[in-house]
C-alpha cells in the first residue's frame, strides 16, 4: 500500500497479550518521517493471523468481520490521503482526525449531504415517505453535477461555502437543468435545511446561507371543476388500466387522500366515525397526523366497486400502480377526456379541497383535518379560491345588500 512514501500496516502488537492468550490488533499509519499506532478494538489468539497478508486466517465469523473491518479501513485511507494530496494540505494528524470524524476543520458539503440522506433513508417507514428521500436523493446527484462543472472537484468543504455558492447553484438548477423558479427554490430551501444539520452536529459555526432569499412565486394551481370532474366519471375507457386509475383519482377527489396514504389504505381503516357513518380513519404516511375522513356517497360506490362485503380486515382496499405510472396515465385520460389540464395524483388531492370542499362551504380548518395537515397554512396552498366560489359568495352579498335596501325604503 505505499505510495508517496505513505504506508498502511495492521499487526499484532505481542507486547500487549492478554492472560487469555489474545493479542491485539494495531493500525499503522506512516507517511514520509511520521508514524502513528492506533488500537482496532480487535484482538485474537496470535496463531490465527498471517503476517504476510495482514489478515485473520479463516472464515469464521469473527475473521470475516476483522478482515472487512480492515479492507474497509485501508480503502478508506487511500481515498482521504488521496483527497488531501490533491489539496496540497497533506498532515498524518488531521488525516487521522479525517478518518475518525473529529475534523471538523475539513468536513465537505456532499459529506454533510451523504451524512443527512443516509440518516433519513434509515427512517423510511417509520418517519418518512420514500417519496420525500428522492427528493433530497435528487438533490445530492444536481450538488455533484453543479461542483463538478463550476469548481472543477469533486466536492468543496464547507468552510469554503459563501452566498455566492448558494446564488450560483440556484443559476445552475434554472439555466443548466431548466428548473421552475419554485423546483428550483424547493431545492435551495432542502439545502439549507440540510446546512442547519451541519450546525447542529458543530461541522459549521453558522450557514452561509443564511441572508440568501429563497421564496416561491404564486402559480396557477391545477384543479377540476365539477364540470370536469362529471366529464371524466361519465368517460367509457376500452383499457382497463385507465377505468382503474379514473376511479383511484376520483377516490382522491371525493376524500383528499394523497397517493401514498391511498395505496396503503385496508379494510381495516373503515370504521364507524362519530355520526355513525362510514369514515376513513388513518394516519398520514408522511407526517404520521392522523386523517379522519367521512366517506361521501361517490367515494363508498367506488369502494363497492371493486371490493366484496367479506374482505378481512387487511385486505388492502385496491390495485395500484406505482406513481409513476399512475401520472402517465392520468395524462392519457385528461387528453381522451380533452380536459387541458396536467392531471396528476396531487390534482385530485387540490380538486377535493376546492371544488369538493370548500365551493361547498367547509372551512379551512375542517379540510385541513381531513387532509392531514398540521397546519392551515399548508391547507391553503391546496385550497384555492375558485371563481365559482366567489360567484357564489359575491351572491349570497348582493342579496344580503339587497334586503337591506329594502328595509331601508
Not at 385528461?334 to 380538486?351: D, F, P, Q
Request: glycine share 4%; net charge positive; aromatic share 12%.
Amino acid at each position: 500500500m505505499a505510495k508517496n512514501n505513505f504506508n498502511i500496516l495492521f499487526w499484532l502488537f505481542k507486547a500487549k497479550t492478554n492472560k487469555k492468550g489474545e493479542t491485539p490488533i494495531y493500525l499503522r499509519i506512516s507517511y514520509e518521517t511520521s508514524r502513528k499506532n492506533i488500537s482496532t478494538g480487535f484482538a485474537i489468539i496470535s496463531n490465527r493471523w498471517d503476517q504476510q497478508k495482514g489478515l485473520v486466517r479463516g472464515t469464521k465469523e469473527d475473521a470475516v468481520q476483522i478482515n472487512n473491518y480492515i479492507a474497509h479501513t485501508k480503502a478508506r485511507l487511500m481515498e482521504l490521503f488521496t483527497e488531501m494530496l490533491k489539496e496540497g494540505d497533506l498532515n498524518l494528524e488531521i488525516l487521522i482526525d479525517r478518518f475518525f470524524g473529529k475534523d471538523t476543520a475539513n468536513h465537505t458539503l456532499l459529506e454533510l449531504v451523504e451524512y443527512h440522506n443516509n440518516d433519513f433513508q434509515a427512517r423510511i417507514g417509520t418517519d418518512y415517505a420514500p417519496s420525500t428521500f428522492e427528493k433530497y436523493d435528487i438533490l445530492r446527484r444536481k450538488l455533484e453535477a453543479f461542483i463538478a462543472l463550476t469548481y472543477q472537484k469533486k466536492d468543496i468543504r464547507l468552510k469554503d461555502l459563501t452566498i455566492k455558492f448558494m446564488a450560483d447553484f440556484d443559476f445552475y438548477l434554472k439555466n443548466h437543468d431548466g428548473n421552475e423558479h419554485n423546483t428550483a427554490t424547493k431545492y435551495l430551501k432542502n439545502l439549507k435545511k440540510i446546512l442547519g444539520l451541519g450546525i447542529r452536529n458543530k461541522w459549521l459555526e453558522d450557514s452561509p446561507f443564511d441572508h440568501f432569499k429563497a421564496s416561491y412565486k404564486d402559480v396557477d394551481r391545477i384543479y377540476l371543476t365539477l364540470h370536469e370532474l362529471t366529464i371524466i366519471k361519465k368517460k367509457e375507457f376500452r383499457l382497463e388500466r385507465l377505468t382503474l386509475v379514473r376511479d383511484l383519482f376520483l377516490f382522491q377527489c371525493y376524500t383528499g387522500l394523497s397517493y401514498s396514504d391511498m395505496a396503503k389504505l385496508t379494510f381495516g381503516n373503515i370504521a364507524p366515525g362519530i355520526d355513525g357513518t362510514k369514515w376513513i380513519i388513518t394516519r398520514r404516511k408522511k407526517t404520521d397526523v392522523r386523517a379522519a375522513i367521512p366517506l361521501l356517497f361517490e367515494a363508498e360506490e367506488i369502494i363497492d366497486r371493486y371490493n366484496n362485503k367479506d374482505a378481512n380486515s387487511n385486505k388492502p382496499l385496491f390495485d395500484f400502480y406505482s406513481l409513476q405510472k399512475f401520472n402517465a396515465y392520468l395524462h392519457e385520460i385528461a387528453e381522451l377526456c380533452e380536459i387541458n389540464k396536467s392531471l396528476t395524483s396531487h390534482v385530485g388531492r387540490r380538486t377535493f379541497a376546492t371544488t369538493i370542499a370548500l365551493a361547498n362551504g367547509i372551512g379551512l380548518e375542517t379540510i385541513s383535518k381531513i387532509l392531514g395537515h398540521t397546519s392551515t397554512k399548508i391547507t391553503a396552498q391546496y385550497a384555492v379560491v375558485s371563481d365559482l366560489k366567489i360567484s357564489q359568495d359575491m351572491q349570497g352579498l348582493r342579496d344580503k345588500l339587497e334586503e337591506a335596501r329594502k328595509k331601508g325604503n
